[in-house]
Structure formats: structure tokens, C-alpha cells
């Protein structure tokens, strides 16, 4: 039996749009649409990157927003020419990517994921907002919503990583967050962009309409359902059609099935590379297929303002197309208050505030995930410890990518930081992440003599990760795990600290060191937040928010994924215990890897503390459920270590027989619980039946009726399961 959910509530709220009568706004944007020549539509179709000819532009009217410009007086002097001097006075959007803050920079959003702390990213959100919009800039190509399922995909760390469900908490808490700010957000890349051929960035997917529907696009509507105010389409084509020109993504799913009335921009230019697609003949080609497809503002291509003017007058476009797009770029900026205030206030910016620090330390803080502790961590404060590795100190690099607009010198440094704790002998060893000499390997060694402990911080500049800076090989570069060993010979405890754009693959490393902690590049508050960690003022909590690998060549290694017929039983032979002619069958025919196994390093989920948890009595309210039930989810959490903790408790479940097959384990709620030493809390989750629908065999959005397993852990590994039915 099927238990429908039906589509009627978005044909309800369609139906009831159409009859209401027209807000103020929407008869506001008529009247100025009426006033409004071609020409000067089609200028509000323009987005352009910072440049002296913007006034100029901005004063004919042929420019509807800027990027890449956050200076206040160019800002305003755009502006101006823009109110003051064009025929309509419309103003200008100004827009940047503020990407995971703004001057003061917050760790990545991998590593915002990996805290599972959407109320500490919905306020980092806010803060980066508020500086943002003292500079004057009020539109962010944020949140970064791509599922992201191959870390060598540079990308990886602009996301939330792999899980559907926790991509759009993250999402929204943003999304509130640039709200809350101030400043209007803009989902991306529409869609299927991190699922990349190869990880290769830009590259071609295909992913079906079911995969679509069931992983890609539920953070892209929960956004949209928070007041995301813009989407951005993706390089990407899927199926062979480029998202830019995707009009069933576009406007079928988009507008008539989600009711979408915010602003779609082009990515940079991919309008334009529709032409390398071999999607378009040309640039006019590409703007017919990219605005009937429904954009509304093109990013860099020059196309729009070029051609649309033609292509309307050939019948190609139909001005209506053009007046929709119009009042989705004019709704916008009413909503923005624009035309009341549109200028910025060139003496009040805000950076670097006490509060704005204090978020970025807690984020980072937060999100620094234990990978490792074989009792080498916390270290005791007032030792002698020698801190060695190019990320030591290097304030550009912990930053991470998109720093746009984070300066260099506001960055607090581990060495910095570790300073005020310990009695610190300080040898790089390597001068960068990709550095491989060995005489800095040789002095870092000779000083290990003097000192306690030794902490290696390494990872990957900042350029190793974020856009097109996709890789082959995930190990540590240069000579760093050549540094690590070096230091583990010398039989003094070491502890790693690897600051990184993606989780790398660090297998070896982890044998070479008696702790390691994982901190995707943790901003400018990064130093502190790490030295408060390793001395034990703070104790780690975050959770790998992407399957960590053995090798590269696993990815795409996802927890939630479909069984295969043939699951592994975990007995599989690997490669060194192949007997030699051993029979074509003889290893027992399972999916695995012969050199790197079944499984991960380290499973989604997953991150240790200085304490430990125990998860017990776990219950469910009833075994049979309708489809209006919420399932009670009860256990027991105790913190049977010595420190005082947080869990970041995980609720997961199976649909155990489906019209499609399902995933083998999908993350559905998770918490994060404090307790004392010695303490127990009892835990409840709520979950609502409805929450266990997915796009079935039918393309039906659906419960269906039989068992599930559920699952309460610390990782997505681990836990006994419950069984329960829906009927
Ligand atoms: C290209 C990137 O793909 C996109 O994410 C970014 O927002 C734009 N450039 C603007 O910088």
C-alpha cells in the first residue's frame, strides 16, 4: 500500500497566488515595468564584475547589478550614476561571494558541517552578512548547497558535504542567517554540480530525475521554502543539457512546481559556455536558450545585453519573458529596500568586532574533528613542545578558499596562539604544503631533542582546494608525510594537526602519529581554536560531514549508499593474501576493493572526543506507524569519560524494501548534547512519518508502507539497529 503525500498544497498555493490581489511591491514593479524601454529591461538582466566603466554603464541604465567591487565609495558612485543620473533611477545590486565570511573569516563550510551546529552557522551567517552589507554589499552567492561525494572535487570545501539531510539544515541555517543580516542569499549550483565525472570540476554528470528529486534538490527547496531570494545555475550539464539551459529545471521545477519567485542568475559566463558545451552555435544562440530556459540575470557574458534586444524583435524571445525576468530582479531589490536607501554608509564599517572573533573561534572550535587519540591529546599546558609543519604558521593558507575580502594579517596562527600556552620551539620544517626539501625535515628533527612533545600542523594551502582545483592523488603534498614520519621517529609523542580544504587521505599519516586532529581550514580565529584544543581548554566535537578514504581511487565513497546484490561480508581477502593462482572465484565474488577493502578510513559521522559516550536504552513509542504519526525516538546518553563533553548524537534509518532499492543507511535527525563527566541525559527525537518519503518507482513523492531499521549512534558505522513498520 502507498501512502501518498499529494502535490495538491503547491497547486493550492499556485491557485491562491494567482487570485490574490497584487501586494504594493508587485504594483509597484508593474508601474516601473510600464515606464521601462527594452533596452532598459534588458540592463537589469546584466550582471557585471567591478570595473571603471561601471558608472558609465550604470548611468545608460545597462547594468542591473555588479560583483567583485566592495569598496564604498565605488560602490556608492555606481550607485549614484545609477539613481541619480539613469533615466529610471533604478539602483543596483550589488553582489559578492561571501562565501563563509566576510573580513572576519569563518572556518569553511565543510568544516561549518562538520560542527552539526546549525544554530552556531546560522550566526556566523549573520555576522559574515553584517560586515558584508557595511561594505555595501548586499546579494551573497551563498549557501554552496552541491552534495559533494568526491573529495577530489576541489569544491568539497565550499559544501556540507555528502548527506542530503544535514546539506539542507546547513542550507537553511545560512539562508536565515544572510537574512537576519541583511543580505539576500543565493542557492547553488542548480544542480548537480559536485557530482562531477572524476571529481574533475565542471564536468559532466548523470544523475536521473529520481536521484535528482531524492538527493540533489531537497536543500535547494528547503532554502527556497527559508526565503532564499536567488539561485544560481551550474556549469555542469546533465544528461547532456547544461543547467543554464535547462528549461524542465528551470521552469518546470523551479517556478511551476516549487513557486520559486526570487531571481535565477547565470553562473560566470555559463551562458557563454553553453558555446563549448556544444549546446550553442554562438553567444545570441546560448542567450535564446539560457533566458526561454528562464534566466533572469546573466553573469559575464555579455550575451544578454548584446542579443536579447534582437532576439525579441526576431520572435525568438517573447518580451513577456523578458518583463518576468524583469520583475524577479525589481521584486528583489524592493524587498532589499533599495530604492528607499541604496546607498551604503561609507563610514560604518563593521569588521573584526569582539563578537564577529568570538563566533569564528566557537565555529572553528566546533567543527575541528578527532580523528585519532591514543591518550598523545590533550597535551599538558607549560611543556615544552615543538611546533613544526608549513601550517604552522601561515595565516594566508588557514584562511581557506574564498577569502575575497579576509585579511591576511587579522589571522590568529597556531604558533601564534600555542604560545600563550606552552613553551614553544617553533621549526617549519617545510616552507609550504608542497615543499620537498629535507634539510627543514633534518632541523625540526635535531630541535624534537629539546622539547616534550612535538605537534605537526599540516594540509594544503589554500589554492590545493575550492573552485577547479580539483586532484588526482589526496595524500599529504611535498615531503609532509615525510615530515610526520621524521617526527614519529623520534619516539616523542606527536600529535597532527592537518588544516585542509577536503579530508585528504591520511592513512599513513595516522600511523605515524599518537593523535590527530582534522580541521578543514579553520578562518581567522583558527590558531586560538586549535591551541584551546590541544591543550584540553576545549575538547573536540566535530563529525566527519564526508566519508574519509584509504585511497582516492575509492571516491565516490558515500555512507548512504544503495546495497549492491553482493554486499561485503567482511571477510574479503585483500591483495597480500591472494594465494598465487588462486581460482577466478575463489575470493567469494563480493563489491570491494582487492588493495584498499570494502570500507572507508573513517565512516560519515565520525569524530572522537577526550571523553567517551555510551548509547543505551534505546526505544521507540510503538512498532507500527501511520503515515500522520511522529515516531519518539528515546535513549539513554552517558558520558562515562573524564572531561565534560559534546555528542553529536546521529538518528538514522532504512527502508528495508522499496519499489526502487534505498539507501543503506540515511541520516535523519542529530543533536548535539553537552554533558558533565559521569552525566546520563535522556534523549528524544521526533520523527514524523512523513519525513520518510522519497520519489518511488512511479516518480510518486512517498511513504511506503513495510519495515525500517533505525539506528541511534555516534557515526554512521555504528549502533544496534530497531526495527519498526509503517502500515
Ligand atoms: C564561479 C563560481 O562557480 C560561483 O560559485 C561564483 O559565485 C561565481 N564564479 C562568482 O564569483
Known amino acids: 500500500m502507498k501512502i501518498s503525500i499529494p502535490l495538491f498544497s503547491v497547486f493550492l498555493a499556485a491557485l491562491l497566488a494567482g487570485c490574490s490581489p497584487k501586494d504594493d511591491t508587485e504594483k509597484k514593479i508593474d508601474g516601473l515595468l510600464g515606464k521601462m524601454t527594452l533596452h532598459e529591461k534588458v540592463g537589469q538582466m546584466n550582471q557585471l564584475s567591478g570595473g571603471e566603466w561601471l558608472v558609465e554603464s550604470a548611468a545608460k541604465g545597462e547594468v542591473g547589478s555588479i560583483l567583485n567591487c566592495v569598496d564604498p565609495k565605488e560602490i556608492n558612485a555606481v550607485q549614484r550614476a545609477a539613481v541619480e543620473d539613469s533615466r529610471l533611477g533604478i539602483p543596483i545590486l550589488v553582489s559578492r561571494d561571501v562565501i563563509h565570511g566576510f573580513r572576519t573569516m569563518f572556518p569553511l563550510p565543510i568544516g561549518q558541517a562538520a560542527t552539526f551546529d546549525p544554530e552556531l552557522v546560522r550566526k556566523g551567517a549573520a555576522i559574515a552578512a553584517r560586515e558584508a552589507v557595511s561594505s555595501g554589499v548586499k546579494l551573497t552567492f551563498s549557501p554552496m548547497l552541491d552534495i559533494a561525494r568526491d573529495p577530489r572535487w576541489g569544491r568539497v570545501a565550499e559544501g556540507s558535504g555528502e548527506d542530503p539531510y544535514l546539506d539542507a539544515i546547513m542550507g537553511e541555517a545560512m539562508v536565515k542567517g544572510y537574512k537576519e543580516g541583511g543580505l539576500a542569499s543565493c542557492v547553488k549550483h542548480f544542480v548537480g554540480y559536485g557530482a562531477a565525472e572524476g571529481g574533475r570540476d565542471y564536468n559532466s554528470t548523470l544523475l536521473t530525475e529520481r536521484a535528482l528529486r531524492n538527493v540533489y534538490f531537497p536543500a535547494f527547496k528547503k532554502a527556497i521554502n527559508a526565503g532564499a531570494e536567488t539561485l544560481m545555475t551550474s556549469f555542469n550539464d546533465n544528461d547532456g543539457i547544461p ?154 593558507e588557514q584562511m581557506g578558499t574564498w577569502a575575497f575580502d579576509g585579511e591576511a594579517d587579522h589571522t590568529v596562527t597556531p604558533l601564534d596562539a600555542l604560545k600563550d600556552k606552552f613553551n614553544v620551539i617553533y621549526e617549519p620544517g617545510l616552507s609550504y604544503s608542497r615543499d620537498n626539501s629535507t634539510a627543514g625535515i633534518l632541523k625540526a628533527r635535531a630541535a624534537s631533542s629539546r622539547a616534550e612533545a612535538i605537534v605537526v600542523f599540516v594540509g594544503e594551502e589554500a589554492i590545493l582546494s575550492g573552485e577547479a582545483h580539483s586532484l588526482s592523488s589526496l595524500n599529504l603534498q611535498g615531503a609532509q608525510s615525510e615530515l610526520i614520519s621524521a617526527m614519529a621517529s623520534t619516539g616523542k609523542p606527536v600529535a597532527v594537526v592537518v588544516m585542509a580544504g577536503r579530508p585528504l587521505t591520511i592513512e599513513r599519516d595516522l600511523e605515524n602519529c599518537g593523535a590527530m586532529l582534522y580541521s578543514f581550514h579553520p578562518g581567522t580565529m583558527g590558531g586560538e581554536a586549535l591551541a584551546e584544543l590541544l591543550c584540553g581548554e576545549a575538547v573536540p566535537s566535530g563529525k566527519t560531514p564526508m566519508t574519509f578514504l584509504r585511497t582516492a581511487g575509492q571516491a565516490p565513497m558515500y555512507y548512504n549508499h544503495n546495497n549492491t546484490g553482493r554486499p561485503n561480508t567482511g571477510t574479503e581477502t585483500l591483495l597480500e593474501d591472494i594465494p598465487i593462482a588462486a581460482g577466478q572465484t575463489s575470493l567469494g565474488c563480493t563489491s570491494y576493493y582487492l588493495d584498499s577493502g570494502y570500507g572507508p578510513l573513517f565512516p560519515f559521522g565520525y569524530g572522537l572526543s577526550y571523553s567517551s559516550f555510551e548509547y543505551s536504552n534505546l526505544t521507540l513509542d510503538k512498532s507500527k506507524y501511520s503515515a500522520g504519526d511522529t515516531i519518539m525516538v528515546g535513549f539513554d546518553l552517558e558520558n562515562t569519560g573524564e572531561y565534560d563533553a559534546t555528542e553529536v548524537a546521529q538518528l538514522y534509518v532504512r527502508d528495508l524494501v522499496g519499489s526502487v532499492a534505498r539507501p543503506v543507511k540515511e541520516l535523519k535527525r542529530f543533536g548535539r548534547i553537552t554533558l558533565k563527566a559521569g552525566e546520563t541525559k535522556h534523549v528524544t527525537f521526533e520523527l514524523p512519518v512523513s519525513e520518510l518519503a522519497f520519489w518511488n518507482a512511479d516518480m510518486e513523492f512517498t511513504v511506503e508502507a513495510g519495515e525500517f531499521q533505525l539506528w541511534v549512534a555516534g557515526n554512521s558505522a555504528e549502533g544496534e539497529a530497531l526495527s519498526f513498520n509503517v502500515i
Open 243 to 396: 543547467s543554464t539551459g535547462n528549461k524542465w529545471l528551470l521552469t518546470d521545477i523551479l517556478r511551476d512546481e516549487w513557486g520559486f519567485d526570487g531571481m535565477v542568475v547565470t553562473d560566470w559566463n555559463s551562458s557563454g559556455e553553453m558555446i563549448a558545451h556544444g549546446f550553442a552555435s554562438d553567444l545570441k544562440h546560448a542567450t535564446e536558450i539560457s533566458v526561454n530556459a528562464g534566466v533572469d540575470m546573466d553573469m559575464m557574458s555579455y550575451g544578454f545585453i548584446s542579443f536579447i534586444e534582437e532576439l525579441v524583435k526576431e520572435g525568438k524571445i517573447k518580451e513577456s519573458r523578458i518583463d518576468d525576468a524583469v520583475r524577479n530582479i525589481l521584486r528583489l531589490k524592493f524587498r532589499l529596500g533599495l530604492f528607499d536607501n541604496p546607498y551604503v554608509d561609507e563610514t560604518a564599517v563593521d569588521a573584526y568586532a569582539p563578537d564577529a572573533l568570538e563566533a569564528a573561534k566557537q565555529t572553528a572550535l566546533e567543527s575541528a574533528i578527532l580523528l585519532k587519540n591514543d591518550g598523545v591529546l590533550p597535551l599538558k599546558k607549560g611543556r615544552t613542545i615543538l611546533v613544526t609543519g608549513p601550517l604552522a604558521d601561515a595565516p594566508y
